[in-house]
């Protein structure tokens, strides 16, 4: 069975910054997508980045770019999202995602994921 669990979600002052972690369980991820999204309250979930575990490609929805970094270990089964410069309009539920796919990670919408995290609430106050 496998399992994601997110950490490091929390409330954080504009301008500061958060780190996420994904642990997963239950496969070994040398080669497919991964992701993270996120969903604010009465929104759609959208995906904020996504790698290749295999190649470490990274793609960024425009609204993040810049800002965040998505990263991958594979030897230990984590991904991690680095989130600098926030903004109150990053508030948000943030999940992590996996594929049993590594074909076009970029475009990967939250239906093209197979497993996902329970989620960990990012507050950013102005």
């Known amino acids: 069975q496998v399992q994601l669990v997110e950490s490091g979600g929390g409330s954080v002052q504009a301008g500061g910054s958060l780190r996420l972690s994904c642990a997963a369980s239950g496969y070994m991820f040398s080669s497919n997508c991964m992701g993270w999204f996120r969903q604010a309250p009465g929104e759609e979930r959208e995906g904020v980045a996504q790698i290749s575990t295999g190649s470490g490609l990274t793609y960024y929805a425009d609204s993040v770019k810049g800002r965040f970094t998505i990263s991958r270990d594979n030897a230990k089964n984590t991904v991690s999202l680095q989130m600098n410069s926030l903004r109150p309009e990053d508030t948000a539920v943030y999940y992590c995602?996996?594929?049993?796919?590594?074909?076009?990670?970029?475009?990967?919408?939250?239906?093209?994921?197979?497993?996902w995290g329970q989620g960990t609430q990012v507050t950013v106050s102005s």
């Open positions: 995602a996996a594929s049993a796919s590594s074909i076009r990670c970029r475009d990967r919408g939250p239906s093209g994921y197979n497993w």
